[in-house]
């Protein structure tokens, strides 16, 4: 595929799921305010995936003795947009549907924790010359992610918002994650490309 072709499929992408969040159902107790929490908990989802992939491909590249570091990056770069803007739409979800952001939620702590870590990695990792340290950087921050995540309590933060829903919704966030998820494997083929040349 070109540039030109991706750049088609990541625009084509978003509307589509743009196209999704319109015509998903809204809640009875949110509204059409459950929109915006489709929208967070795909970005939250597709981001996730990518902090993995970025630590699956920071671990093989510790046994490659002349390991490349662009696609790295590349996912590094993209994960780090989609999980910042993922961590904003939750802040305006949080303020319109509660009345307020609340900071002592742990869940709400992690999200602002893994964008100040995963950006710092990123700057640390990009200025270094030394290939171990770039490849321990990433793997680290992906298990970091994880235990942040998976250890965060949830106090106002629903525990499982789509699993216990009706199944259009369940079908909806599924969908609109999946296409979101594709437009990020699309981004990172673009920076990839364009770190090559």
Request: charged share 10%.
């Amino acid at each position: 595929m070109n540039r030109k072709t991706v750049s088609f499929g990541v625009i084509f992408s978003l509307l589509l799921g743009i196209l999704l969040l319109w015509l998903s159902p809204d809640d009875r107790s949110l509204g059409s305010l459950l929109k915006l929490v489709y929208l967070h908990g795909a970005l939250i989802n597709t981001g996730l995936i990518l902090f993995t992939a970025a630590g699956i491909v920071s671990l093989l590249s510790l046994f490659r003795n002349n390991a490349g570091f662009f696609l790295l990056f590349a996912i590094e770069k993209t994960a780090i947009s989609f999980w910042i803007a993922a961590t904003i739409i939750g802040d305006v979800t949080s303020q319109l549907a509660w009345g307020g952001l609340f900071w002592g939620e742990p869940r709400f702590s992690a999200t602002i924790i893994i964008s100040l870590m995963a950006v710092s990695i990123y700057f640390i990792s990009t200025a270094t010359g030394n290939p171990k340290v770039i490849s321990l950087l990433g793997t680290g921050l992906a298990v970091a992610v994880w235990v942040l995540m998976i250890s965060a309590r949830k106090v106002m933060h629903p525990d499982n918002p789509f699993g216990v829903s009706e199944p259009s919704i369940k079908f909806f966030f599924g969908a609109i994650t999946i296409v979101f998820l594709i437009a990020a494997i699309l981004i990172v083929r673009l920076i990839y490309k364009k770190e090559m040349r």
